[in-house]
């Protein structure tokens, strides 16, 4: 659950309730009446590996395979790992003790490299301390905008008392008299992407209205993705 600065067509803002939508659970797996769990094994050794194998019998390694199974670890292969943790490897091999240095590396359009250096830290622009979310006035049809965009996830906006029930209400009405999604943005004039957190991956937001009597359903869908057809 997070509080979002959001403004309507008008210019007025507020404070609202915004939850990530939960997919529907995935159906489970039996087998005669058995439920189906998955597990994960282990599938070689590192003495097993290619690398290590090419090291050790070089050109006969084919005829060692065929011969002998050396590929193959009978004892550890195939047992049940619980747990596992991360670990950094060099070039090498070996086991990097520190994190490596990493570089922001820039290309242009054509592949070609045009500058690198360290990263920078993104700065989220959805603060209490920014400019609320706003309305742009560009309208996309549902069906052009499922085939244009990817949609990541989807943000349900939810009132906190009557005043904001109001105000999310008509906007979740207009839209639905419409029937058409409204690209929302940040910044002072409402067209950067949405950035939620340090470094996180900016979003375009479109917003979505449905309503049934009294009752209301605001959905912001989020998209980092427009698909170019030819």
Do not use: C
Not at 23 to 41: A, F, M
Not at 127 to 133: E, F, N
Not at 184 to 212: D, S, Y
């Amino acid at each position: 659950m997070r509080y979002f600065y959001f403004a309507d067509k008008k210019g007025r803002d507020a404070t609202v309730m915004a939850i990530t939508l939960r997919s529907s659970p995935n159906p489970e797996l039996s087998h005669k009446g058995k439920k189906i769990t998955n597990v994960r094994i282990l599938e070689t050794s590192e003495e097993k590996t290619y690398a290590n194998l090419k090291k050790k019998y070089g050109d006969k390694l084919t005829e060692a395979v065929i011969k002998d199974d050396v590929d193959i670890d009978f004892i550890k292969t195939g047992l049940i790992i619980s747990q596992t943790n991360r670990i950094y490897l060099s070039h090498d091999g070996l086991t990097m003790n520190y994190l490596p240095k990493i570089q922001e590396v820039i290309f242009n359009t054509k592949g070609e490299e045009k500058s690198r250096g360290n990263p920078k830290d993104i700065e989220p622009n959805i603060r209490d301390d920014t400019p609320p979310i706003k309305w742009t006035g560009k309208f996309f049809n549902k069906n052009d905008a499922i085939r244009k965009f990817v949609f990541q996830r989807s943000l349900q906006l939810q009132h906190t008392n009557g005043l904001t029930y109001d105000f999310l209400f008509n906007m979740a009405n207009d839209l639905h008299k419409k029937n058409q999604l409204m690209f929302v943005g940040a910044g002072a004039k409402g067209i950067e992407p949405l950035i939620f957190q340090i470094n996180g991956t900016p979003m375009r937001g479109f917003l979505e209205g449905r309503t049934k009597g009294e009752k209301y359903k605001l959905l912001l869908h989020l998209s980092n993705m427009e698909v170019k057809l030819p």
